[in-house]
């Protein structure tokens, strides 16, 4: 029999000499698996549910009773030493932002799992949280507290660092194309909703989740809807916001992009040619164009743009400190309204509190009202504005608050199918310009003063 090195087999004798003392039922248990010691090949493998041991809970109370005193979130590492469970020290965020230091925080250098904690909101694991869990190779698990629920992911043989790239771009628009589909349907989301689409997004990615109290057994949460393949023509309103948020960025120009739900040629043209005004690839550019559904599409774009943030699409991604202009792209059902919309915004803040600033785009569904609003070199604007009947205008505007009223030359046309071409003011017609009679044709000039329009001279 070959004799193996003494170090090796000196290392050996360590390993097995510090595992966990684990029952008969050890090869089964929870605890082997955040022990990392039970392989498991993919998701069908994961266990309806786990136990967290009793050392594991202790930290997450503390976790969450600090938080609740600091109002910030809080993290360390978990893992288990010389034949207990442990935890590391606790490490304090800003706000609702953490980075945790692996190399300072215990656990003897060998973490197996990580918590942190959310001072508002939901337990469940954020966007970043997935991605943060599959950057880490050697977490076998990672959790997230809030009060007294907490939130798991547990990985498995499949979970990789690769897969990254795809824990934000999926979860986000994941989380956006539930929200439409819930809207469709009439349903109101809350905290079991919410896990089911994170548990989604956790499965394309290979991680089970596991919500419940802390303490308790950790029932796994499944998701309750497959969209994967959903086909729902606002998410081409959505990619539409997108492009045109990054393209008032990049200071690129947007062509005749309609703020509508049909994919026009223009919306190919100008992700092909994002080559040249952005940072997509040519590659991302034809993956985004050869996609068989619209979820699909977008999600490819908010991966190509880099682009997440909960239910809405955020460019460019503001999670730093710092406040800054970026653009949300989202759809939903607007009570004010009262119909699914679809809206751009141009936002100050950061991703976790931010305040809008600008709407851009806009799109109702019942009638089919749209405006868009394309920025001009010199911080200036033109808005086209249609429906719905007849109405129509198309010309220069000036932000007042949210909205960018016509102001300067434009055109618009009214409901009864009149036209006016010339100046306005504050929204309204308001100047000399042209008139142009619907009834018979004839076209005047005209004087508007404060949206009231005088006819003066009849050209025809």
């Given at each position: 029999?070959?004799?193996?090195?003494?170090?090796?087999?000196?290392?050996?004798?360590?390993?097995?000499?510090?595992?966990?003392?684990?029952?008969?039922?050890?090869?089964?248990?929870?605890?082997?698996?955040?022990?990392?010691?039970?392989?498991?090949?993919d998701v069908v493998d994961l266990p309806d549910s786990i136990n967290l041991p009793n050392e594991w809970v202790a930290t997450m109370r503390d976790i969450a009773a600090a938080t609740t005193n600091s109002k910030t979130e809080q993290a360390t590492c978990l893992s288990y030493t010389s034949k207990s469970w442990v935890a590391g020290s606790l490490q304090s965020g800003s706000g609702d932002l953490i980075y945790t230091n692996f190399a300072t925080d215990g656990c003897d250098k060998?973490?197996?799992?990580?918590?942190?904690?959310?001072?508002?909101?939901?337990?469940?694991?954020?966007?970043?949280?997935?991605?943060?869990?599959?950057?880490?190779?050697?977490?076998?698990?990672?959790?997230?507290?809030?009060?007294?629920?907490?939130?798991?992911?547990?990985?498995?043989?499949?979970?990789?660092?690769?897969?990254?790239?795809?824990?934000?771009?999926?979860?986000?628009?994941?989380?956006?194309?539930?929200?439409?589909?819930?809207?469709?349907?009439?349903?109101?989301?809350?905290?079991?909703?919410?896990?089911?689409?994170?548990?989604?997004?956790?499965?394309?990615?290979?991680?089970?989740?596991?919500?419940?109290?802390?303490?308790?057994?950790?029932?796994?949460?499944?998701?309750?809807?497959?969209?994967?393949?959903?086909?729902?023509?606002?998410?081409?309103?959505?990619?539409?916001?997108?492009?045109?948020?990054?393209?008032?960025?990049?200071?690129?120009?947007?062509?005749?992009?309609?703020?509508?739900?049909?994919?026009?040629?223009?919306?190919?043209?100008?992700?092909?040619?994002?080559?040249?005004?952005?940072?997509?690839?040519?590659?991302?550019?034809?993956?985004?164009?050869?996609?068989?559904?619209?979820?699909?599409?977008?999600?490819?774009?908010?991966?190509?743009?880099?682009?997440?943030?909960?239910?809405?699409?955020?460019?460019?991604?503001?999670?730093?400190?710092?406040?800054?202009?970026?653009?949300?792209?989202?759809?939903?059902?607007?009570?004010?309204?009262?119909?699914?919309?679809?809206?751009?915004?141009?936002?100050?803040?950061?991703?976790?509190?931010?305040?809008?600033?600008?709407?851009?785009?806009?799109?109702?569904?019942?009638?089919?009202?749209?405006?868009?609003?394309?920025?001009?070199?010199?911080?200036?604007?033109?808005?086209?504005?249609?429906?719905?009947?007849?109405?129509?205008?198309?010309?220069?505007?000036?932000?007042?608050?949210?909205?960018?009223?016509?102001?300067?030359?434009?055109?618009?046309?009214?409901?009864?199918?009149?036209?006016?071409?010339?100046?306005?003011?504050?929204?309204?017609?308001?100047?000399?310009?042209?008139?142009?009679?619907?009834?018979?044709?004839?076209?005047?000039?005209?004087?508007?003063?404060?949206?009231?329009?005088?006819?003066?001279?009849?050209?025809?």
């Open positions: 029999m070959r004799r193996q090195p003494l170090a090796v087999a000196a290392a050996m004798m360590f390993f097995i000499g510090n595992l966990p003392a684990f029952g008969d039922d050890a090869a089964e248990s929870s605890e082997r698996i955040l022990a990392g010691l039970t392989n498991i090949a060998s973490p197996l799992a990580h918590v942190h904690s959310h001072p508002r909101g939901l337990p469940v694991p954020s966007d970043g949280d997935l991605a943060f869990a599959l950057q880490k190779p050697f977490l076998k698990s990672a959790f997230v507290v809030m009060d007294d629920e907490v939130c798991g992911l547990v990985k498995t043989g499949e979970s990789s660092s690769t897969l990254a790239d795809d824990a934000e771009s999926f979860a986000a628009t994941y989380a956006l194309r539930h929200g439409i589909w819930n809207a469709r349907h009439a349903q109101v989301g809350d905290l079991s909703e919410a896990a089911s689409v994170t548990a989604a997004t956790s499965e394309f990615l290979h991680m089970g989740l596991y919500c419940g109290r802390v303490g308790e057994v950790l029932p796994r949460v499944r998701p309750t809807k497959d969209l994967s393949d959903q086909n729902d023509p606002l998410l081409y309103v959505v990619l539409k916001g997108l492009v045109l948020a990054q393209a008032t960025v990049s200071g690129g120009a947007i062509g005749t992009l309609s703020f509508t739900p049909k994919l026009d040629n223009m919306l190919g043209k100008l992700i092909s040619d994002g080559v040249t005004y952005g940072p997509l690839t040519e590659e991302e550019a034809t993956s985004i164009l050869s996609a068989k559904t619209s979820s699909e599409m977008l999600r490819l774009a908010a991966k190509a743009f880099r682009a997440t943030s909960g239910k809405v699409l955020a460019y460019p991604n503001n999670r730093g400190k710092e406040p800054a202009v970026f653009y949300t792209s989202f759809c939903g059902y607007s009570n004010v309204d009262k119909s699914l919309a679809c809206a751009v915004h141009e936002n100050f803040g950061t991703s976790f509190e931010s305040t809008p600033t600008k709407l851009m785009a806009f799109y109702r569904e019942r009638d089919e009202k749209t405006i868009l609003v394309r920025s001009r070199p010199g911080n200036k604007y033109r808005r086209e504005d249609v429906g719905p009947g007849k109405y129509a205008y198309a010309g220069a505007c000036k932000f007042s608050g949210m909205n960018c009223e016509p102001h300067g030359k434009g055109t618009v046309t009214y409901d009864d199918g009149s036209v006016f071409k010339g100046t306005f003011s504050e929204g309204v017609a308001d100047g000399t310009g042209i008139y142009t009679d619907p009834s018979d044709g004839e076209v005047w000039k005209a004087n508007a003063v404060k949206g009231s329009i005088k006819l003066i001279e009849k050209i025809k």
